[in-house]
Structures are given as structure tokens and as C-alpha cells.
């Protein structure tokens, strides 16, 4: 591209934006010259030094539009250890990768085997993705896989993933680590207007020791949808 784009550090460490005709979500590629899905690829030289990013679309990625949506944090920064429930093919899978970095690790739970085939494609080249093809209800199946982690996100889309992230809190998460949580409301009761749907998804997290900090829709990028940011068995204040 000959046009120039000047990228900046967005407020979430390892996250950045293009400046450029149109901003861009960006994250820094781990594997240059790489793309997962299609993505466009932004590469800034400074003298010798190229530099390339990939554009994050936050019509494909809830983390994404939870971003754009002004999401006060993610929990996800280099060097974090992130358990992420429902990898589908690994689009934001690769971009929490880019992420996390090389001192970082995704552990990456898909239970759909065609899924699971191209999210073990995208771990080939990403060394920090651990690709986990199992059922998210049942963390015993992996648990000699997975250490402790800093951070949860899920994106199941299961009626039960209340109870899903719990589980997997229960046997994974840190104390004082955080989750983020994608809720589709009709996934869960289509038949409920959705702020009921979040309000009642929020009651059961705070019933397994996870207390909310956060809620917010993904208009304009997804309909019905809410990401809920909590921290899980935080210490008691003195």
C-alpha cells in the first residue's frame, strides 16, 4: 500500500488502531506475513524496520466490538494466561494471541470438530494457542492441559453458560482473575426481552462467586447481545 498509516496504542495494552482513511481495530501479528481469515494485513515501515499489524473486524468478533463499544477493560494484555470458551475457528482466538504474545498463552476450548479443524490450522503457527477439542460442561476432560489462568472469556452460546463459566472458573481461574462473558440473549430464553435475559445471566454469575463490574451492549456490531465483565472471588474488603 503506498498510502501512509500511522498506528497508535490503543487504551488496552496489546490492542491498536490504524489511523488511516478509515480507523481500523488493529493487533500486532505474531506470525508476519500470515493471515487466519482473510483479514487485511497493515504493515508500517520505520527505516529498516517493518512493522505489521492485522485489522480486527467487530462485525466477526464480540471482543472486538466490546472494544469499539468502549469496554473499560478486557483483562486480556502481553503475557496473560486466557482460557477461551467457544475458539470456533480461531478468528478472535488469533487476535487475543496477537495479544497475550509469546509470554502469553490461549488456551482454546471448541467442541464443534469442523471447527476445531481450522482452529488447530490457526495453532500450528501460533505456538501460545493451545487448541482443546472437547465439550466446555466437562473441564475435568482437559484439566491435565490447562494451568491457572488470569482471565476467562466465553463465547458459548449455550443456554447453560452461566453454569459453563463456573465450572470452569471453579477449576482454572485464579482468584481475583476475571471473565468476560458474551450473552446471546436468545440463546438463552427467546422468549425474554433481553435486559431480563442479561439481569438474570448477571444473578447467576454472582450465585457462583463471580461479582459483575461490568455490562454493556454490542450495538451496532451484534443485536441482543451484552458482554458482562466480572471478577471472580475477589479478595474481602478490609
Given at each position: 500500500?503506498?498510502?501512509?498509516?500511522v498506528?497508535?496504542?490503543?487504551?488496552?495494552?496489546?490492542v491498536?488502531i490504524?489511523?488511516?482513511?478509515?480507523?481500523?481495530?488493529?493487533?500486532?501479528?505474531?506470525?508476519p506475513?500470515?493471515?487466519?481469515?482473510?483479514?487485511?494485513?497493515?504493515?508500517?515501515?520505520?527505516?529498516?524496520?517493518?512493522?505489521?499489524?492485522?485489522?480486527?473486524?467487530?462485525?466477526?468478533?464480540?471482543?472486538?466490538?466490546?472494544?469499539?463499544?468502549?469496554?473499560?477493560?478486557?483483562?486480556?494484555?502481553?503475557?496473560?494466561?486466557?482460557?477461551?470458551?467457544?475458539?470456533?475457528?480461531?478468528?478472535?482466538?488469533?487476535?487475543?494471541?496477537?495479544?497475550?504474545?509469546?509470554?502469553?498463552?490461549?488456551y482454546?476450548?471448541?467442541?464443534?470438530?469442523?471447527?476445531?479443524?481450522?482452529?488447530?490450522?490457526?495453532a500450528k503457527?501460533?505456538?501460545?494457542?493451545?487448541?482443546?477439542?472437547?465439550?466446555?460442561?466437562?473441564?475435568?476432560?482437559?484439566r491435565?492441559l490447562?494451568?491457572?489462568?488470569?482471565?476467562?472469556?466465553?463465547?458459548?452460546?449455550?443456554?447453560?453458560q452461566?453454569?459453563?463459566?463456573?465450572?470452569?472458573?471453579?477449576?482454572?481461574?485464579?482468584?481475583?482473575?476475571?471473565?468476560?462473558?458474551?450473552?446471546?440473549?436468545?440463546?438463552v430464553?427467546?422468549?425474554?426481552?433481553p435486559e431480563?435475559?442479561?439481569?438474570?445471566?448477571?444473578?447467576?454469575?454472582k450465585?457462583?462467586?463471580?461479582?459483575?463490574?461490568?455490562?454493556?451492549?454490542l450495538?451496532?456490531?451484534?443485536?441482543?447481545?451484552?458482554?458482562?465483565?466480572g471478577?471472580?472471588?475477589?479478595?474481602?474488603?478490609?
Open positions: 500500500g503506498g498510502r501512509s498509516v498506528v497508535e496504542p490503543h487504551r488496552h495494552e496489546g491498536f490504524a489511523r488511516g482513511k478509515e480507523d481500523a481495530l488493529v493487533t500486532l501479528n505474531m506470525v506475513g500470515e493471515t487466519v481469515y482473510g483479514e487485511k494485513k497493515i504493515v508500517v515501515e520505520e527505516g529498516e524496520k517493518k512493522t505489521e499489524y492485522r485489522a480486527w473486524n467487530p462485525f466477526r468478533s464480540k471482543l472486538a466490538a466490546a472494544i469499539l463499544g468502549g469496554v473499560d477493560k478486557i483483562y486480556m494484555k502481553p503475557g496473560s494466561k486466557v482460557l477461551y470458551l467457544g475458539a470456533a475457528s480461531g478468528t478472535t482466538v488469533s487476535h487475543v494471541s496477537d495479544i497475550v504474545g509469546p509470554d502469553g498463552l490461549v482454546a476450548v471448541e467442541f464443534s470438530h469442523r471447527s476445531g479443524r481450522d482452529l488447530i490450522n490457526v503457527k501460533r505456538t501460545n494457542i493451545i487448541p482443546i477439542i472437547e465439550d466446555a460442561r466437562h473441564p475435568h476432560k482437559y491435565m490447562v494451568g491457572m489462568v488470569d482471565t476467562i472469556f466465553a463465547d458459548v452460546a449455550q443456554p447453560d452461566a453454569r459453563i463459566v463456573a465450572i470452569n472458573a471453579h477449576h482454572f481461574l485464579k482468584n481475583n482473575g476475571h471473565i468476560v462473558i458474551s450473552i446471546k440473549a436468545n440463546c430464553d427467546s422468549t425474554a426481552e431480563a435475559v442479561f439481569a438474570g445471566e448477571i444473578n447467576k454469575l450465585g457462583e462467586k463471580i461479582k459483575p463490574q461490568e455490562q454493556l451492549t450495538e451496532p456490531y451484534e443485536r441482543d447481545h451484552a458482554v458482562v465483565v471478577v471472580y472471588r475477589p479478595p474481602p474488603k478490609k
